[in-house]
């Protein structure tokens, strides 16, 4: 049984990981269903989310790769400026989250938690799509360090379960003037390094407690959602090269209301 809970588990985080609608909450919420709750869920609901985060480095491997060679990773290159800006934008959740981590995982990872993220997250996406609509760069090579900080420091909220990374980092791109779809592959490229301290670090704390079974659950779940995703990133990039984010702030309106709704009725914890 534990096995096709981490089948579903990979699934929702392949489906959920680069919108913005918090792949976090959505697996949190999940294993809330299917009473997925064994010691080593959360170190498996960040550690699945790396998946993910494998398809977008795969998408944009040729880009990846273009930026390492010698003359473009060199001081003043468009590589070194690249991997720069996405550094400076990963240090100020890197900080905080090492700083949190402990307390977010013992006390903010519920299904009550992520209800009211997703509505103050809806809320705010709301807002910032509606105030924010000076589009400068439509690029996200065209940005500066200084503005890829302020990403970056729009990315903490996302230590909270529910606001979504993807979110708070495309909210605080177009804050500094990046369409939407440029912010949401800066978002992209910032959760390269961010996913996978996150994972190292939640590995490196339980690996040594888990059992064969868990192993196998967390393989299935980290291979599932690598594919999952690979088959949603290409589509969620057009989708906003078109649309506004609108249906996700009333989707996430919609999950919080019923989330609630569930708790209030002891459904889920």
Do not use: C
């Given at each position: 049984m534990i096995l096709l809970k981490a089948l579903i588990m990979g699934i929702v985080e392949g489906l959920t990981e680069f919108l913005p609608v918090s792949s976090t909450g959505h697996l949190i919420m999940a294993?809330?269903?299917?009473?997925?709750?064994?010691?080593?869920?959360?170190?498996?609901?960040?550690?699945?989310?790396?998946?993910?985060?494998?398809?977008?480095?795969?998408?944009?491997?040729?880009?990846?790769?273009?930026?390492?060679?010698?003359?473009?990773?060199?001081?003043?290159?468009?590589?070194?400026?690249?991997?720069?800006?996405?550094?400076?934008?990963?240090?100020?959740?890197?900080?905080?989250?090492?700083?949190?981590?402990?307390?977010?995982?013992?006390?903010?990872?519920?299904?009550?938690?992520v209800a009211i993220a997703l509505i103050v997250g809806a809320i705010m996406m709301l807002m910032v799509e509606k105030h924010f609509t000076n589009v400068r760069f439509r690029n996200m090579d065209s940005i500066g360090a200084k503005r890829s900080f302020i990403v970056g420091i729009a990315q903490c909220m996302s230590l909270f379960p529910g606001m979504s990374r993807s979110a708070s980092t495309i909210m605080g791109g177009m804050m500094v003037g990046m369409s939407v779809k440029a912010a949401a592959e800066f978002s992209f490229f910032l959760a390269m390094p961010t996913m996978v301290a996150a994972s190292a670090y939640s590995l490196v704390k339980g690996y040594q407690a888990m059992t064969f079974v868990e192993w196998t659950a967390l393989i299935i779940g980290f291979v599932t959602s690598f594919i999952v995703a690979l088959l949603v990133v290409e589509k969620f990039l057009s989708y906003l090269g078109k649309h506004p984010l609108k249906p996700f702030a009333y989707y996430r309106l919609a999950v919080g209301i019923i989330m609630i709704a569930l708790i209030l009725f002891k459904v889920v914890r």
């Open positions: 294993a809330d269903l299917m009473n997925f709750n064994d010691s080593f869920v959360p170190m498996f609901e960040i550690v699945i989310q790396l998946g993910a985060i494998l398809a977008v480095i795969y998408y944009y491997r040729q880009k990846i790769l273009e930026s390492l060679k010698p003359k473009n990773i060199a001081p003043g290159g468009w590589g070194f400026k690249l991997w720069f800006k996405v550094f400076v934008a990963f240090l100020p959740a890197a900080i905080i989250g090492l700083l949190v981590n402990d307390f977010v995982e013992e006390h903010l990872f519920s299904s009550f938690t």
